[in-house]
């Protein structure tokens, strides 16, 4: 065990180091952001010195080499933009995102597993496929429409809740909703899946059993061997979550790491870009490292060569 | 279950501790649709960050309501000692929020700070003509400049002060964080893009501020915007869209209001790649195929103002008597056969424009295309997200034409014809040695009489030689709500002490 | 994505294939829910292909002085434009007729990409196992830590939008979803019998993949293309909605999405039909998805 996770571990790293060599180049290759940052009425002697300033005129294997060692002490240099340390901003903006995803993920738990559960236990009925439609509708909808639709009804028609930004819980509705909808319709649809799948084999030899018994037996029974692969995916939702919350935070104008993300990109705030790619890909290696431990943990039969 | 829901609980909380302040003071709350990229006033030159350092950090004098006009603030009066010297007395008795007396030192100081590279400030053409800064005594300043401007540098671009000391103690990351400035107010705390908040000043030089405290609470979407003004989540907001014009003026708490702004909106022509916009004759048709009215009309709703040279109205050096170009598609149509392209035969143009950066940028392109088209010409309209828009320009490889909004808070022609018309202008893709010459003379000419006239011709030559299909001017829309007293600026600063509530 | 337990699905030789292929066939055949799915994605195909007849207008004529007329059946609306128009005066249901091309190219060719590299790699990594296993292996995670929106999103801010980086972007992320399930069927399939036999006849690797292995896994990697398509078509769509898909002067149901967003609350059509459409073609290739997977194999569970 402890072999296998020293290996994963070191998977992870290397991972982490691909990771970084490829958000560089792709930053890199394509010019630098002189233009972009500088103001219009700058001259060429300017220019010139920002860039020198910026190192952008070494050599790009340099380029790499002070970036690299810099980075592994996390300190991934200055935003072109804020003129505040990159991974400093990138930090700042976790606890937001981490709000959204935890609340979405909340959502997912309290109502995706549990309708999943239902509509197994109440196959062909109209709760059954209202559950089936909402959650094909959920797996089908773009994420950035679903929220411009609920902004529209909900925020701007209704005035219930506010239609952008953070603040108190009322901003939490609707980008936690439009956020967790794709992943709770996916996690009730695996629910019932699974647990028809162990419904179907206890069906029979429970079916004498009549009434409120037959249910808690089969859904104690069912719930409990179908878990396995509805944690597993619950950690993978997880992460889905962290990397669909860009769109969202997008659409709400909420202050998390992903928006920042985004505006890095269009900024080519090249610092900024890096740090959020790292943290973000330091957070999906450690939760698929924990998905995979959790999997070995709760499933020994699985066995890794 | 139970921990992850106290956790989200206590979470909200925390954030909703954010809320609002006393009931008795004046409260009131600014929605730009960016937050201020940094508090430090020396190092970006975006509007929205203005708007939110300078109610910490005030400038020697500010851009008066018309051109050429000066409000003074950190400098009580100026004076020209000789052409290249410009000299300016202090206002005594002012010191920054910490206690640090404001004397000539800070200025020095905040002109230097711009000229390190080490600091990577953007505001390095602010300060360009500055040779040096003389220091007499604490409160005598002096901007030399290499040759004489008719603007004293000083004066072009007013940059703000900071206080040397505190800066030199904390560095640039802390000041950019932490501000301390000798204006009107001082800041409570700043949230990146979720707010920042100000509390009044008691101590500042012009006497306690009427707003007790001002939020800068910016909001991306104009929807949701106006959705905030409508439910008093704030006070004003800028960037109005005309299609929720009506809904404003006739609200219950909100009104509409708005100005002429500085900034312009034109076409130009890279006539330094090849192509047949070097044609002078076609560039002329094209002006006349444009009907600049219409668009106004169609596409702002009427909320424009028709330009007819590059130097606006509103603008030191405009000249009425220069005639800009009507619409008129049977000219266009004989020019261009004149041009050899009977019909418009021969001729395909891409006319390049940005999404989103300006008011209906790329709808108006849309319409100028469609114009254009109607005598014959081939017109493909590129829009681009504005980054891969701006690098390309700065690389003069946009072309044919393209899109491009200017705003010259001094109102200043100079600074027009300079940086958009000149040989050497990064932006420029005109290139008119007679055009670099009567630029030069104008920015050098004291007089004003000779001035003006230096820039009537200047006028007269672009117009002639079709550099732009110059359009029109934006009137600026803001919405408030009902109980505060502000009018908009056309340089589209937004000044709290400006302004007055209840 | 969840991937397929390897011991569910029972490997066939060759010969047994093509009988198994027809009996998946007949059960879809009589599954409603992916008959729905099927005549959905038939309609968005032949949007696609025929577009030019079923638009009665240039999806790009622009008319500034109808600009956001409301659909037809609302006050303000006409007969000419069935679904109203959008800010420039175009119609609304021609460009989501031509908007299906975008989607419908994007798709197939995300998953042409996608499916022919993952797959391969999967085949090869599974098979062959040793250094080439590993490599593979470290490419996918590498490229499985990298967040996947964030991921494409770059690449087009970086290299420029377009329609061909758009999709090289995408495939790039797709790619890996088949290696995992493809490496796992094929772990797991090479210590069949059939496999041993082939090998001990001298067959190559190639033909070792290509003729034994490949259709085995095919019926995995068919429905994960499904899935993938979807993914696709709605990836495709965020990133116009960013303003980094195709040129904003081709119409893409995602491009009409950001267009229409600053209307929301004045010209509420301008967002919903385009959403409506990406939502239903999604829909559709879903609903075919599933009913694939269950008619291939009823087993699967993902």
């Given at each position: 065990?402890?072999?296998?996770l020293a290996r994963r571990a070191l998977g992870a790293l290397w991972a982490l180091i691909g990771v970084a060599i490829v958000v560089f180049l792709i930053l890199h290759l394509t010019g630098d952001p002189t233009s972009v940052m500088m103001p219009p009425e700058a001259t060429k002697a300017e220019l010139d010195a920002f860039r020198h300033e910026q190192g952008f005129d070494r050599p790009l294997v340099v380029q790499f080499g002070t970036f690299?060692?810099?980075?592994?002490?996390?300190?991934?240099?200055?935003?072109?933009?804020?003129?505040?340390?990159?991974?400093?901003?990138?930090?700042?903006?976790?606890?937001?995102?981490?709000?959204?995803?935890?609340?979405?993920?909340?959502?997912?738990?309290?109502?995706?597993?549990?309708?999943?559960?239902?509509?197994?236990?109440?196959?062909?009925?109209?709760?059954?496929?209202?559950?089936?439609?909402?959650?094909?509708?959920?797996?089908?909808?773009?994420?950035?429409?679903?929220?411009?639709?609920?902004?529209?009804?909900?925020?701007?028609?209704?005035?219930?809740?506010?239609?952008?930004?953070?603040?108190?819980?009322?901003?939490?509705?609707?980008?936690?909703?439009?956020?967790?909808?794709?992943?709770?319709?996916?996690?009730?649809?695996?629910?019932?899946?699974?647990?028809?799948?162990?419904?179907?084999?206890?069906?029979?030899?429970?079916?004498?059993?009549?009434?409120?018994?037959?249910?808690?037996?089969?859904?104690?029974?069912?719930?409990?061997?179908?878990?396995?692969?509805?944690?597993?995916?619950?950690?993978?939702?997880?992460?889905?979550?962290?990397?669909?919350?860009?769109?969202?935070?997008?659409?709400?104008?909420?202050?998390?790491?992903?928006?920042?993300?985004?505006?890095?990109?269009?900024?080519?705030?090249?610092?900024?870009?890096?740090?959020?790619?790292?943290?973000?890909?330091?957070?999906?290696?450690?939760?698929?490292?924990?998905?995979?431990?959790?999997?070995?943990?709760?499933?020994?039969?699985?066995?890794?060569? | 279950?139970?921990?992850?829901?106290?956790?989200?609980?206590?979470?909200?909380?925390?954030?909703?501790?954010?809320?609002?302040?006393?009931?008795?003071?004046?409260?009131?709350?600014?929605?730009?649709?960016?937050?201020?990229?940094?508090?430090?006033?020396?190092?970006?030159?975006?509007?929205?960050?203005?708007?939110?350092?300078?109610?910490?950090?005030?400038?020697?004098?500010?851009?008066?309501?018309?051109?050429?006009?000066?409000?003074?603030?950190?400098?009580?009066?100026?004076?020209?000692?000789?052409?290249?010297?410009?000299?300016?007395?202090?206002?005594?008795?002012?010191?920054?929020?910490?206690?640090?007396?404001?004397?000539?030192?800070?200025?020095?100081?905040?002109?230097?700070?711009?000229?390190?590279?080490?600091?990577?400030?953007?505001?390095?053409?602010?300060?360009?003509?500055?040779?040096?800064?003389?220091?007499?005594?604490?409160?005598?300043?002096?901007?030399?400049?290499?040759?004489?401007?008719?603007?004293?540098?000083?004066?072009?671009?007013?940059?703000?002060?900071?206080?040397?000391?505190?800066?030199?103690?904390?560095?640039?990351?802390?000041?950019?964080?932490?501000?301390?400035?000798?204006?009107?107010?001082?800041?409570?705390?700043?949230?990146?893009?979720?707010?920042?908040?100000?509390?009044?000043?008691?101590?500042?030089?012009?006497?306690?501020?009427?707003?007790?405290?001002?939020?800068?609470?910016?909001?991306?979407?104009?929807?949701?915007?106006?959705?905030?003004?409508?439910?008093?989540?704030?006070?004003?907001?800028?960037?109005?869209?005309?299609?929720?014009?009506?809904?404003?003026?006739?609200?219950?708490?909100?009104?509409?209001?708005?100005?002429?702004?500085?900034?312009?909106?034109?076409?130009?022509?890279?006539?330094?790649?090849?192509?047949?916009?070097?044609?002078?004759?076609?560039?002329?048709?094209?002006?006349?195929?444009?009907?600049?009215?219409?668009?106004?009309?169609?596409?702002?709703?009427?909320?424009?103002?028709?330009?007819?040279?590059?130097?606006?109205?509103?603008?030191?050096?405009?000249?009425?008597?220069?005639?800009?170009?009507?619409?008129?598609?049977?000219?266009?149509?004989?020019?261009?056969?004149?041009?050899?392209?009977?019909?418009?035969?021969?001729?395909?143009?891409?006319?390049?424009?940005?999404?989103?950066?300006?008011?209906?940028?790329?709808?108006?392109?849309?319409?100028?295309?469609?114009?254009?088209?109607?005598?014959?010409?081939?017109?493909?309209?590129?829009?681009?997200?504005?980054?891969?828009?701006?690098?390309?320009?700065?690389?003069?490889?946009?072309?044919?034409?393209?899109?491009?909004?200017?705003?010259?808070?001094?109102?200043?022609?100079?600074?027009?014809?300079?940086?958009?018309?000149?040989?050497?202008?990064?932006?420029?893709?005109?290139?008119?040695?007679?055009?670099?010459?009567?630029?030069?003379?104008?920015?050098?000419?004291?007089?004003?009489?000779?001035?003006?006239?230096?820039?009537?011709?200047?006028?007269?030559?672009?117009?002639?030689?079709?550099?732009?299909?110059?359009?029109?001017?934006?009137?600026?829309?803001?919405?408030?709500?009902?109980?505060?007293?502000?009018?908009?600026?056309?340089?589209?600063?937004?000044?709290?002490?400006?302004?007055?509530?209840? | 994505?969840?991937?397929?337990?390897?011991?569910?699905?029972?490997?066939?030789?060759?010969?047994?294939?093509?009988?198994?292929?027809?009996?998946?066939?007949?059960?879809?055949?009589?599954?409603?829910?992916?008959?729905?799915?099927?005549?959905?994605?038939?309609?968005?195909?032949?949007?696609?292909?025929?577009?030019?007849?079923?638009?009665?207008?240039?999806?790009?004529?622009?008319?500034?002085?109808?600009?956001?007329?409301?659909?037809?059946?609302?006050?303000?609306?006409?007969?000419?434009?069935?679904?109203?128009?959008?800010?420039?005066?175009?119609?609304?249901?021609?460009?989501?007729?031509?908007?299906?091309?975008?989607?419908?190219?994007?798709?197939?060719?995300?998953?042409?990409?996608?499916?022919?590299?993952?797959?391969?790699?999967?085949?090869?990594?599974?098979?062959?196992?040793?250094?080439?296993?590993?490599?593979?292996?470290?490419?996918?995670?590498?490229?499985?830590?990298?967040?996947?929106?964030?991921?494409?999103?770059?690449?087009?801010?970086?290299?420029?939008?377009?329609?061909?980086?758009?999709?090289?972007?995408?495939?790039?992320?797709?790619?890996?979803?088949?290696?995992?399930?493809?490496?796992?069927?094929?772990?797991?399939?090479?210590?069949?019998?059939?496999?041993?036999?082939?090998?001990?006849?001298?067959?190559?690797?190639?033909?070792?993949?290509?003729?034994?292995?490949?259709?085995?896994?095919?019926?995995?990697?068919?429905?994960?293309?499904?899935?993938?398509?979807?993914?696709?078509?709605?990836?495709?769509?965020?990133?116009?909605?960013?303003?980094?898909?195709?040129?904003?002067?081709?119409?893409?149901?995602?491009?009409?999405?950001?267009?229409?967003?600053?209307?929301?609350?004045?010209?509420?059509?301008?967002?919903?039909?385009?959403?409506?459409?990406?939502?239903?073609?999604?829909?559709?290739?879903?609903?075919?998805?599933?009913?694939?997977?269950?008619?291939?194999?009823?087993?699967?569970?993902?």
């Open positions: 065990m402890g072999g296998y690299a060692l810099a980075a592994a002490h996390g300190d991934l240099g200055l935003s072109l933009r804020h003129q505040e340390p990159a991974m400093r901003l990138a930090l700042e903006r976790l606890p937001a995102t981490v709000l959204l995803a935890g609340s979405a993920f909340l959502i997912v738990l309290l109502i995706g597993v549990p309708a999943g559960v239902l509509s197994a236990l109440r196959p062909r009925t109209w709760i059954d496929y209202t559950a089936r439609f909402v959650a094909l509708i959920g797996q089908s909808a773009p994420t950035y429409w679903i929220g411009l639709m609920l902004i529209l009804l909900f925020a701007v028609r209704l005035g219930w809740v506010p239609a952008s930004g953070i603040g108190d819980w009322r901003n939490l509705v609707l980008p936690a909703a439009t956020l967790g909808f794709f992943s709770t319709a996916k996690l009730m649809r695996l629910t019932r899946a699974s647990m028809l799948e162990i419904l179907a084999a206890d069906y029979l030899r429970t079916a004498r059993a009549k009434g409120l018994t037959a249910i808690r037996v089969s859904l104690g029974h069912g719930l409990r061997n179908a878990w396995l692969p509805i944690v597993t995916q619950l950690g993978v939702e997880l992460g889905t979550l962290l990397s669909g919350a860009i769109i969202t935070e997008t659409v709400f104008a909420w202050p998390g790491v992903g928006r920042l993300a985004v505006q890095a990109v269009f900024e080519r705030d090249f610092p900024v870009v890096e740090a959020v790619v790292l943290l973000a890909a330091t957070m999906f290696v450690l939760l698929n490292l924990a998905v995979d431990l959790l999997y070995a943990v709760l499933d020994p039969r699985i066995r890794y060569a | 279950m139970k921990r992850a829901t106290a956790l989200l609980f206590g979470a909200a909380l925390a954030l909703s501790a954010s809320s609002p302040l006393a009931a008795a003071d004046t409260t009131v709350t600014i929605s730009q649709g960016v937050d201020a990229d940094t508090l430090n006033p020396l190092l970006t030159t975006i509007t929205p960050t203005f708007n939110v350092v300078q109610h910490v950090y005030e400038r020697l004098a500010d851009f008066g309501p018309r051109a050429g006009e000066y409000d003074a603030r950190l400098a009580v009066s100026w004076k020209r000692v000789n052409p290249t010297t410009e000299e300016y007395k202090l206002r005594h008795g002012v010191t920054f929020s910490n206690g640090d007396p404001f004397t000539s030192a800070d200025v020095r100081f905040s002109v230097d700070w711009i000229k390190n590279p080490a600091n990577v400030s953007k505001q390095t053409p602010y300060v360009r003509d500055i040779d040096r800064v003389e220091t007499p005594d604490p409160y005598t300043v002096r901007f030399v400049s290499k040759v004489p401007t008719a603007i004293p540098p000083g004066l072009q671009n007013p940059i703000f002060i900071m206080d040397a000391k505190y800066v030199q103690e904390k560095g640039n990351a802390y000041v950019g964080e932490h501000p301390i400035g000798t204006g009107p107010y001082v800041l409570r705390e700043w949230r990146r893009d979720d707010q920042t908040v100000f509390d009044a000043n008691p101590k500042w030089w012009g006497g306690k501020p009427k707003i007790d405290h001002v939020i800068f609470k910016p909001i991306p979407e104009a929807g949701a915007r106006v959705a905030a003004l409508k439910t008093g989540a704030t006070d004003l907001i800028t960037n109005v869209p005309p299609q929720y014009q009506i809904q404003l003026v006739g609200g219950a708490n909100t009104k509409l209001v708005s100005t002429r702004s500085l900034r312009q909106l034109f076409i130009a022509f890279n006539t330094l790649r090849p192509g047949p916009q070097q044609n002078k004759l076609v560039r002329q048709a094209i002006n006349y195929a444009v009907d600049v009215p219409a668009i106004v009309k169609n596409v702002l709703g009427g909320r424009g103002y028709e330009l007819t040279t590059p130097i606006p109205p509103n603008y030191f050096g405009y000249d009425a008597s220069v005639p800009g170009y009507k619409h008129d598609v049977a000219k266009a149509k004989a020019l261009l056969a004149k041009a050899g392209y009977p019909d418009g035969k021969g001729i395909a143009l891409t006319l390049n424009a940005p999404i989103g950066r300006y008011n209906r940028d790329r709808e108006i392109a849309e319409a100028v295309a469609g114009q254009i088209q109607a005598v014959g010409i081939q017109v493909t309209v590129r829009p681009q997200e504005w980054v891969s828009y701006s690098d390309q320009l700065n690389r003069r490889g946009l072309t044919p034409m393209y899109e491009l909004g200017w705003n010259q808070p001094s109102a200043d022609a100079d600074g027009v014809i300079t940086s958009l018309f000149t040989t050497a202008a990064p932006l420029s893709c005109y290139s008119n040695p007679e055009i670099d010459r009567l630029a030069d003379e104008a920015r050098g000419e004291l007089d004003v009489t000779k001035r003006k006239a230096l820039y009537k011709r200047i006028a007269t030559i672009l117009n002639d030689d079709a550099a732009w299909i110059v359009l029109f001017q934006y009137e600026d829309l803001y919405a408030t709500s009902k109980r505060l007293h502000w009018q908009p600026r056309g340089d589209e600063f937004i000044r709290a002490y400006e302004m007055s509530a209840g | 994505m969840a991937t397929a337990l390897a011991g569910a699905a029972p490997a066939r030789d060759d010969f047994i294939a093509a009988s198994v292929h027809a009996a998946a066939l007949r059960r879809l055949a009589r599954d409603p829910a992916a008959m729905l799915g099927g005549a959905i994605v038939a309609i968005v195909a032949v949007c696609a292909i025929f577009a030019p007849l079923l638009a009665r207008v240039d999806p790009n004529a622009q008319d500034l002085t109808a600009t956001l007329i409301p659909p037809m059946w609302i006050a303000g609306g006409s007969h000419a434009h069935v679904l109203g128009t959008d800010n420039l005066g175009r119609d609304l249901l021609a460009r989501i007729i031509w908007g299906s091309r975008v989607s419908v190219i994007v798709g197939l060719s995300v998953v042409a990409i996608g499916a022919t590299i993952g797959v391969t790699a999967g085949l090869l990594a599974g098979y062959r196992r040793g250094w080439v296993d590993a490599v593979i292996a470290r490419i996918t995670d590498v490229q499985l830590a990298f967040p996947l929106v964030l991921l494409a999103v770059a690449i087009v801010a970086v290299v420029g939008p377009g329609l061909w980086t758009v999709i090289a972007a995408i495939g790039l992320t797709s790619w890996v979803q088949y290696v995992r399930v493809v490496r796992a069927e094929t772990m797991s399939l090479r210590e069949r019998e059939f496999v041993a036999a082939a090998e001990a006849a001298g067959a190559t690797t190639a033909r070792v993949i290509g003729r034994h292995l490949l259709p085995n896994v095919a019926s995995a990697a068919i429905v994960l293309g499904t899935f993938e398509i979807a993914r696709a078509i709605v990836l495709e769509s965020s990133l116009s909605f960013l303003g980094l898909g195709v040129p904003p002067t081709t119409p893409s149901w995602g491009g009409m999405l950001a267009d229409g967003r600053q209307y929301l609350d004045t010209a509420w059509w301008t967002a919903l039909f385009p959403g409506l459409a990406i939502m239903i073609a999604v829909m559709g290739v879903n609903l075919l998805g599933d009913g694939l997977r269950d008619a291939l194999d009823p087993g699967m569970r993902a």
